[in-house]
């Protein structure tokens, strides 16, 4: 089976992506994937996201296919795709825990210059 990008098309309120997938030489088959255009903003998908998470879906979908259940030409993005994809492409970066504080993603910073000479003394 082969997945083509063929492009996309900008609609009031969302993107859509087009496909053409081709599975047998005498088969060729065309799709499209609407994402809400809401789904690209800050800290959600970038538009350059947009290709990769359609093609994602449609392939997902193109695999559980079967003679008896064909997917369907024109499909679309939900919250879970994007939480799946978001996760897969941009992982959350591991908490850091800072001595005495609770955890943060922020690295830590010595208050101390570098060179310093730490000295220790212990009571007797």
Not at 66 to 88: A, F, K, M
């Amino acid at each position: 089976m082969h997945i083509q990008y063929v492009g996309f098309n900008v609609v009031t309120g969302c993107r859509t992506y087009s496909f053409h997938v081709i599975d047998t030489p005498e088969e060729a088959r065309e799709f499209t994937v609407r994402v809400q255009a809401e789904a690209f903003r800050p800290a959600r998908l970038k538009l350059q996201d947009g290709p990769g998470i359609t093609f994602t879906r449609l392939e997902h979908e193109l695999q559980g296919e079967t003679p008896e259940s064909r997917v369907e030409s024109h499909l679309s993005i939900g919250e879970p795709d994007i939480r799946d994809y978001l996760e897969r492409h941009y992982p959350r970066k591991p908490l850091v825990r800072q001595r005495g504080s609770a955890l943060s993603t922020a690295p830590t910073k010595s208050l101390v210059p570098p060179g310093t000479v730490h000295i220790r003394s212990k009571a007797l």
